[in-house]
């Protein structure tokens, strides 16, 4: 047989075995190039222009490409593994190393540039649909159009070639350092010896569960007060990142075997076949696995918390627009209020107008504060100062002389301070103080958040206190306006004709003056992009990760034959060891899958209202998505396994 | 009455342009409570006759019967049922799973038969008592030595009382001490629980401990020996006789 020969034949029997290999060629090809597709694409320039998103897609490239490098050196790597057999024969019948390597590159050469023109295909017809899917989030109206992009041919082709030679420079160590005799031996070597279950192991396991928990205590108490100063934030946010990531890989150390074994020790000796496959073989293999199980588990935690808080600002943009602007036009000025009302009136725009007085005041707010931290708080509870609106301007609220309430109370606030239900409050002008009966929190928005200073509270009071507050008011803590006029367009369909004519205007420009409908739309740009990069991040690593927990798979399902083999001649049929492998895959998969998913339900619910209103609603969609993409790997490792299962007797 | 009951039994391996027939019509029954040996040179096809005889592997054609049962033409969901009824295994690389230990090996064919868990613990301590391995019962594979490896092995064949044990060069991998001590016990097994054990070997010493030898030559019966009455040490010294004339590779000159 000629070399050539040898190469081709070898090519055409690893291209059915080594499926995988080339799937993660392609898939990692047409990920990258579809995205350097769009980065060149002139359509993106909106995109970039707007909001200097050319770094943030940059950086996104240096991102993937290192994903990328990490996963097919692990992938080469496990493949020759498994071709260490082959390697040891052909050097057995004389062959140089040289020359295995020759051959080795050659083959490789194919396979891998092979795979690199399809996935080169399907990335480019991918990325349309990707360009689709961003202009679709972004809300931006601009038909998607792409042509081939000969930069992004050549820097992927660039990129792929280097991440080439070093996979065949990894071979080449390889083969280097392997002697005929330890070729033979690579694949037959078990993981580690099955050791008994120690002390230390149980102390490591107890240790891993504790420091984890206290992490997610510590991230409950992070935006609740406890920390008020940025450095004492801080290093609690390191402590917690610290504690949990430690604590997790201490938990695939001795946790998972520790827990697992008392499960055996109760069944005194008397498995079930599932407990058979799945208790006893992942615990030996929780511990040698626990550096990569953490690595995965903590990528996957930063992935969804990191999508669920993206799609929280995301999902939220109108909402906070809603809330930071109660009308639709918010326009602090009577003059030019009557002006863009006229404007509407002759483009026959129906609107409703609402028109607010307001002033600022001296507030001792002592007496009805819940928690709060003077010494280290941007305000002094004693002597505040804040708005006031008379209760005239908040529908369905009538107050008597000694009452008030507090409108405008942001969510976000909240979660720093507490008011109590009822209390007293004073307020102060010029000379005069009145105090007043607190009588509890109404939760609606009256004035748009950049005139309240920036959303702090705003208390209502009865008319005649009101304008017996305004007559004495201090001038010195007064803001440019003291009226507030908000127009709602009647018809929900003429809004956006409402906008242009504001934006015709030019008021957007100006302070205090917004339209709802522009600040959500840019809103939704900027969250867009975002959540369009994080999630195609978010994507990759699932891909990638779901890939190597199955590659492994593949790996431990030919270390076990031996152990189907017996069982099928003990009696056990097919099934009984397919639902055994069903259970382990629950685990195997399910154990980072849950861990990764707490790390960041806590994670998100540590500070997700600095992000949006809604904190439910995106997370479990984020999190339902994952795990549905995620078990698709789990499912696909079953049906290898019920082969091997097959083929074992 | 026969546990077993084999009629012209044949196996073909290959395809159409290349066939090889391995087994070429044999017969062989074995009466209960029988502790029968098969000897033969290499490649004569006494690996898998066994395999054929315990339904790990099809025969091309021929009837095999264990209890009256006849299962050639059963599916793999039934031979699997019938397995874990009617047959116990012994292999010569013992074949215990190392990530149990030898308690859990053991209780391994009690678990799919849903025996209580107190009989099972019973069981288990009649049989791993009279194998001499009670005091290594929570320790791994990869912990015991040889010997304790194959008794345990052997205890797994025992302790659901099945009706046939089929033990597959069971001392080949044990130095001869540990080969007696454990022959000695399938013996004394044999004796006591009335069990049916057929033995694939091509030691003459461990084929004296059986009550009778059958040799193969070439995929068919060539004699077969009985113990009778004879002492262990005569019956031993007629085995190396008959292996002699049956020798591995025939001289044509």
Known sequence: ?649 | MSILEARKIHKRYGNKWNKQEVLRGIDIEVEKGEFVGIMGPSGSGKTTLLNVLSSIDKVTNGSIKIEGQEFTKMKEKQLAEFRKNHLGFIFQEYNLLDTLSVKENILLPLTIKKVTKKEAQNKFAAVAKELGILEVKDKYPGEISGGQKQRTSAARAFIHDPSIIFADEPTGALDSKSASDLLNKLGDLNEKRKATIVMVTHDPLAASYCSRVIFIKDGQIFTQLNKGDESRQTFFNDIIKTQGVLGGVQHEL
Request: with cysteine; aromatic share 12%; hydrophobic share 45%.
């Open chain 1, 1 to 649: 047989m000629s070399f050539k020969q040898l190469i081709f034949r070898n090519l055409k029997k690893n291209l059915s075995n080594y499926y995988l290999y080339v799937f993660a060629l392609v898939f990692s090809v047409a990920l990258y190039f579809a995205f350097v597709t769009l980065q060149y694409d002139p359509s993106m320039d909106e995109v970039e222009g707007s909001i200097k998103g050319a770094a943030a897609l940059r950086a996104g490239a240096v991102m993937l490409i290192a994903i990328i490098i990490v996963f097919l050196i692990y992938a080469n790597n496990l493949f020759i593994k498994r071709r260490s057999k082959e390697i040891g024969l052909l050097q057995l019948v004389g062959l140089t190393k040289g020359k295995i390597f020759q051959i080795l590159s050659v083959e490789n050469m194919m396979l891998y540039f092979g795979s690199m023109l399809i996935g080169i295909f399907v990335g480019f017809s991918v990325s349309k649909l990707l360009m689709m899917i961003l202009i679709k989030i972004m809300g931006i109206n601009e038909v998607a159009t792409l042509r081939f992009s000969v930069e992004a041919l050549i820097q992927t082709a660039v990129v792929f070639v280097c991440i080439y030679v070093v996979i065949m420079a990894m071979n080449a160590l390889f083969i280097k350092r392997q002697r005929i005799l330890h070729l033979f031996q690579v694949t037959s070597k078990t993981e580690g010896k099955v050791n008994r279950v120690s002390v230390i192991g149980m102390l490591i396991g107890v240790l891993g569960i504790g420091l984890i928990a206290f992490g997610y205590y510590l991230s409950t108490r992070l935006f609740s007060g406890d920390f008020t100063e940025l450095n004492a934030l801080y290093f609690a946010m390191l402590t917690i990142l610290g504690s949990v990531i430690v604590g997790t890989y201490l938990f695939y150390k001795g946790s998972v075997s520790f827990i697992f074994n008392m499960i055996r020790k109760k069944d005194n000796g008397y498995l079930s076949i599932n407990k058979v496959l799945s208790l006893s073989s992942i615990m030996f293999r929780m511990k040698s696995n626990s550096i990569l199980l953490t690595i995965i588990t903590t990528v996957s935690a930063l992935a969804i918390g990191l999508l669920s808080l993206t799609y929280i600002s995301y999902y939220s943009t109108e909402k906070t627009a809603e809330e930071s602007l109660p009308n639709h036009f918010s326009i602090p000025n009577e003059a030019d209020a009557a002006r863009f009302m006229d404007e509407l009136e002759a483009a026959k725009i129906e609107y409703t107008e609402k028109k607010v007085d307001f002033h600022q005041v001296h507030a001792d707010l002592s007496r009805i504060m819940e928690t709060y931290d003077e010494e280290n708080g941007s305000f002094n509870p004693g002597d505040a100062t804040m708005v006031v609106i008379s209760d005239e301007a908040v529908e369905g609220i009538d107050l008597s002389r000694n009452e008030s309430i507090i409108v405008n109370f942001p969510d976000t606030l909240q979660q720093f301070m507490s008011l109590k239900e009822t209390g007293q409050i004073s307020l102060k002008g010029q000379a005069q103080t009145v105090t007043l009966n607190y009588k509890g929190l109404e939760d609606r928005n009256v004035l748009p958040s950049l005139l309240t200073l920036g959303g702090f509270p705003v208390a209502v009071v009865d008319q005649g206190v009101y304008q017996q507050l305004k007559e004495d008011m201090d001038e010195s803590i007064q803001k440019e306006s003291t009226v507030y006029v908000g127009v709602d367009v009647k018809d929900k369909g003429e809004i956006e004709e409402a906008d242009k004519i504001f934006q015709e205007l030019g008021f957007q420009e100006n302070f205090g003056y917004s339209s709802r409908l522009y600040v959500s739309s840019t809103g939704k740009i900027t969250m867009g992009l975002a959540m369009f990069l994080v999630g195609f991040f978010g994507l990759t690593f699932l891909i990638t990760s779901g890939c190597i927990l199955y590659f492994k798979q593949m790996d431990e399902s030919e270390e076990e034959k031996g152990t189907y083999k017996i069982l099928r001649k003990l009696g056990f049929t097919n099934k009984d060891l397919l639902n055994g492998i069903r259970v382990k895959q629950l685990f195997n998969f399910g154990i980072p899958l849950v861990v990764g998913l707490c790390h960041s339900y806590f994670a998100v619910k540590s500070g997700w209202f600095f992000f949006g209103t809604e904190l439910w609603t995106p997370m479990i969609i984020v999190m339902v998505l994952y795990t549905l993409l995620y078990s698709i790997f789990g499912l696909l490792s079953v049906l290898y396994y019920k082969k091997v299962i097959k083929d074992s007797l």
